[in-house]
């Protein structure tokens, strides 16, 4: 049961530039219900915010963006394209941004050289080819992976990931905490007030019939706002 301590967490960061982490991220130090399932992170010795995902592929988190729900991760030892073949995110909360523009396919050749190695790799005849199908191997390669609609910088090492759940994004743009709903034993998120705290110094919930009208003036407000280009 999710009780009053929830609405109790505050803002981190791992180092003086590192991103803002809040709902849905936690760090691992933090009470379970200051963050989501699966939005664990953790600071190393360097002061970076680490996610580990499944099968133990360790990045760093290097920007996260709460309005997009997108996260924004690095690899350290610059072998990226080798871990994606072993990332396997169905039992993660996140998901391969989807990019029509990119397309990433992997392959084992005896014979590439025109193609892109991976520079990491034990094994040198593996290489990966993508944005575009008129690169495609001769058939002399031997296809051993592939990642449709996936946003990665190949060569700067970065890759970005996507959220579905919790739809925190509304919150954001609201300029309002999300958080789970007080006292229920679901995975149901609400929004809460940023300023107001209570003589404890714990967030309040908005009682329904105010937090929908401000909830839709606030919504309309920021609709409403001139696009910056």
């Known amino acids: 049961m999710v009780g009053e301590g929830a609405y109790n967490c505050s803002v981190?960061?791992?180092?003086?530039?590192?991103?803002?982490?809040?709902?849905?991220?936690?760090?691992?130090?933090?009470?379970?219900y200051c963050g989501y399932p699966g939005f664990e992170l953790s600071c190393d010795l360097k002061n970076r915010t680490i996610l580990i995902l499944p099968n133990s592929v360790t990045l760093i988190v290097r920007e996260i963006d709460y309005m997009s729900q997108q996260i924004r991760l690095f690899d350290p030892e610059r072998c990226l394209i080798l871990k994606l073949l072993h990332l396997n995110l169905s039992e993660s909360p996140f998901?391969?941004?989807?990019?029509?523009?990119?397309?990433?396919?992997?392959?084992?050749?005896?014979?590439?050289?025109?193609?892109?190695?991976?520079?990491?790799?034990?094994?040198?005849?593996?290489f990966a080819v993508s944005d575009t199908l008129n690169s495609l191997p001769p058939t002399a390669c031997k296809k051993i992976h592939e990642i449709?609609?996936?946003?990665?910088?190949?060569?700067?090492?970065?890759?970005?990931?996507?959220?579905?759940?919790?739809?925190?994004?509304?919150?954001?743009?609201?300029?309002?905490?999300?958080?789970?709903?007080?006292?229920?034993?679901?995975?149901?998120?609400?929004?809460?007030?940023?300023?107001?705290?209570?003589?404890?110094?714990?967030?309040?919930?908005?009682?329904?019939?105010?937090?929908?009208?401000?909830?839709?003036?606030?919504?309309?407000?920021?609709?409403?706002?001139?696009?910056?280009?």
């Not at 391969?96 to 392959?107: A, C, I, L, R």
């Not at 890759?159 to 149901?188: A, H, V």
Request: proline letters at 6%.
């Open 95 to 126: 998901s391969f941004t989807v990019d029509e523009n990119h397309h990433t396919s992997f392959f084992n050749c005896s014979n590439g050289e025109n193609y892109q190695f991976t520079d990491c790799a034990s094994d040198k005849s593996i």
């Open 148 to 229: 449709p609609l996936i946003f990665f910088d190949t060569f700067d090492h970065f890759i970005r990931l996507s959220w579905l759940k919790p739809i925190c994004k509304y919150c954001e743009g609201l300029e309002m905490d999300c958080g789970f709903k007080n006292y229920t034993k679901q995975l149901t998120t609400q929004c809460f007030n940023r300023p107001f705290t209570t003589k404890g110094g714990v967030k309040e919930p908005l009682i329904a019939g105010d937090c929908t009208l401000l909830l839709l003036s606030r919504f309309l407000a920021y609709m409403r706002r001139p696009a910056c280009y």
């Open 12 to 32: 981190s960061r791992c180092g003086r530039h590192g991103p803002r982490i809040h709902f849905p991220f936690r760090l691992h130090h933090q009470p379970e």
